[in-house]
């Protein structure tokens, strides 16, 4: 069967005012390889850069113990680095002297300012699974310049939504504040629980969206599964989110970020020139990025034409 549309396509009655917002927009992420490992790459994507100023966003595993991650010494300038663990456990060690291991329910927090540089890898006598997601946070003009800093957090503020529980990574959600870093209006929590309905208070002048992590959730009727960002918008009051199981879900959301950023390899900056700088800045060793203890081999960094 083919056309013309029928009322199941567009009801008579649909009105001809403003078309009704999608409630949900879902862009599959990209498959990626960092270290090694596979990842489904949530954030950056063509049709959105960022959530807030959350800007990147890799979900790697749930992976067996033989694909463990070693990603050797490598810059950042201009973001937080927020590291997020469902399984498994990840030694951070970076240019401040820092050397954290963390661990499921855990956050990691690293700010690079001007220049910081790390390691990731599994620690040698740990074998099990390996699940998580990695992300980063721009830094608005006012930190940027600043000097790096990492911040570990044991514990995080949790709080009942239904059917499932949050963990508050960094802002607010229902009164609970995260202790963690945020250089602007940010949110991030993860939504954990089991079949049924969690209501999630939202910041109503945030951007929000939703990644799953693990099973499958239904919000405003559509389906989000692993693989994807559902883009959820501005203006929202609250976030109703329905599973027929076991599920898993992490919420980004915050102030739309208005600073027209440029990211290059683990740069995220303003213009090109301030890219291809620190790519050369790192490759010459340049003391703004420190020395990490690893024995992971550095990362060079490639080609970036300013
Ligand atoms: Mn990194």
Same mark, same amino acid.
Do not use: K, Y
């Given at each position: =069967?083919? @056309?013309?549309?029928?009322?199941?396509?567009?009801?008579?009655?649909?009105?001809?005012? /403003?078309? /009704?917002?999608?409630?949900? /927009? #879902? #862009?599959?992420?990209?498959?990626?390889?960092?270290? @090694? =490992?596979?990842?489904?790459?949530?954030?950056?994507?063509?049709?959105?850069?960022?959530?807030?100023?959350?800007?990147?966003?890799?979900?790697?595993?749930?992976?067996?113990?033989?694909?463990?991650?070693?990603?050797?010494?490598?810059?950042?300038?201009?973001? !937080?680095?927020?590291?997020?663990?469902?399984?498994?456990?990840?030694?951070?060690?970076?240019?401040?002297?820092?050397?954290?291991?963390?661990?499921? @329910?855990?956050?990691?927090? =690293?700010?690079?300012?001007? @220049?910081?540089?790390?390691?990731?890898?599994?620690?040698?006598? !740990?074998?099990?699974?390996?699940?998580?997601?990695?992300?980063?946070?721009?830094?608005?003009?006012?930190?940027?310049?600043?000097?790096?800093?990492?911040? !570990?957090?044991? /514990? #995080?503020?949790?709080?009942?939504?239904?059917?499932?529980?949050?963990?508050?990574?960094?802002?607010?959600?229902?009164?609970?504040?995260?202790?963690a870093r945020a250089d602007s209006p940010l949110v991030g929590a993860e939504l954990a629980g089991r079949r049924g309905r969690s209501v999630v208070p939202l910041e109503a002048g945030f951007e929000h969206a939703v990644i799953v992590l693990e099973g499958e959730v239904t919000v405003g009727g559509t389906s989000i599964a692993p693989g994807a960002l559902a883009y959820l918008g501005e203006g929202r009051e609250s976030l109703t989110i329905d599973a027929a199981g076991a599920m898993r879900a992490l919420l980004l959301g915050g102030e739309p970020f208005t600073e027209d950023i440029v990211m290059g390899w683990n740069f995220v900056a303003r213009s090109r020139d301030e890219i291809a700088r620190a790519a050369t800045d790192w490759n010459a060793g340049h003391e703004r990025f420190g020395t990490v203890a690893s024995g992971l081999a550095r990362i060079p960094a490639p080609d970036l034409p300013g």
């Open positions: =069967m083919s @056309g013309p549309v029928t009322t199941e396509d567009v009801p008579l009655d649909a009105g001809c005012g /403003e078309p /009704e917002a999608p409630e949900v /927009e #879902l #862009l599959p992420s990209r498959d990626a390889t960092v270290g @090694g =490992m596979a990842v489904r790459r949530a954030l950056p994507r063509r049709q959105r850069r960022t959530v807030g100023a959350w800007c990147f966003a890799d979900h790697f595993g749930p992976v067996g113990p033989s694909a463990a991650m070693r990603v050797g010494p490598h810059p950042h300038i201009g973001l !937080h680095t927020v590291t997020w663990l469902v399984d498994g456990q990840v030694v951070h060690h970076d240019s401040l002297g820092s050397e954290q291991v963390i661990r499921p @329910g855990q956050l990691n927090l =690293m700010t690079a300012g001007h @220049g910081v540089s790390h390691a990731e890898e599994s620690p040698g006598d !740990h074998a099990g699974d390996l699940h998580g997601v990695q992300l980063w946070v721009a830094q608005p003009e006012a930190t940027r310049h600043g000097p790096p800093a990492f911040e !570990h957090h044991a /514990e #995080l503020p949790r709080i009942s939504l239904g059917a499932a529980a949050a963990t508050v990574l960094v802002g607010e959600v229902g009164g609970e504040r995260s202790p």
